[in-house]
């Protein structure tokens, strides 16, 4: 039953490294997407995403189910999830231990790059934001406007910046 159930561990993580690597593929050519303002290609590479990220939730939620059931079988009973840590004391075989730290090490190799990838791409969305709204304060501000001091008693009434975008509020 152990070995069984270690190798089912196995599998479902060796799946989890897939879809990271997928999701991370995806990050990054979404990223030119970004850069090009390609709107269709965005919200293509968004829903992948979301696709990938349900995905990987079932993945994970296999994965604490089969650890848990592995603890189980060595008579150990834990309510919250089981750790990596928690699982490899209780896996005794090398092969596995070397395997599920293997794949340990990738998964976590992968989410490093993916975290750094998706601030990335939020930095250039942010980026454009910034420029989206500076574009729009241009436009809407009255071209006899001054960017300089002027005196606060010569300014007429009703002249106030009120009616600009803010996206800050």
């Known amino acids: 039953m152990n070995s069984m159930a270690v190798a089912e561990i196995i599998g479902t993580l060796e799946q989890m490294v897939e879809a990271h690597e997928e999701l991370l593929e995806t990050a990054r050519v979404k990223k030119h997407a970004i850069i090009a303002n390609d709107l269709e290609q965005l919200t293509k590479y968004m829903m992948t995403e979301n696709r ?3 995905r990987i939730g079932q993945l994970e939620a296999e994965r604490g189910l089969e650890s848990t059931k592995v603890m189980a079988a060595k008579g150990v009973y834990s ?3 089981v750790t990596q840590k928690q699982l490899m004391s209780v896996v005794f075989e090398v092969e596995e231990r ?3 730290q293997q794949l340990h090490e990738q998964l976590s190799k992968v989410v490093k790059e993916l975290v750094r990838v998706n601030e990335d791409n939020q930095q250039l969305l942010k980026q454009s934001l910034d420029f989206i709204q500076f574009s729009l304060e241009i436009i809407v501000s009255p071209e006899d406007e001054s960017y300089t001091y002027s005196n606060p008693a010569e300014l007429k009434y009703g002249s106030s910046n009120a ?3 803010n996206s800050k509020v």
């Open 163 to 165: 009616g600009r975008y």
């Open 79 to 81: 309510r919250v999830a």
């Open 98 to 100: 070397l395997k599920l």
């Open 52 to 54: 990938l990220n349900k």
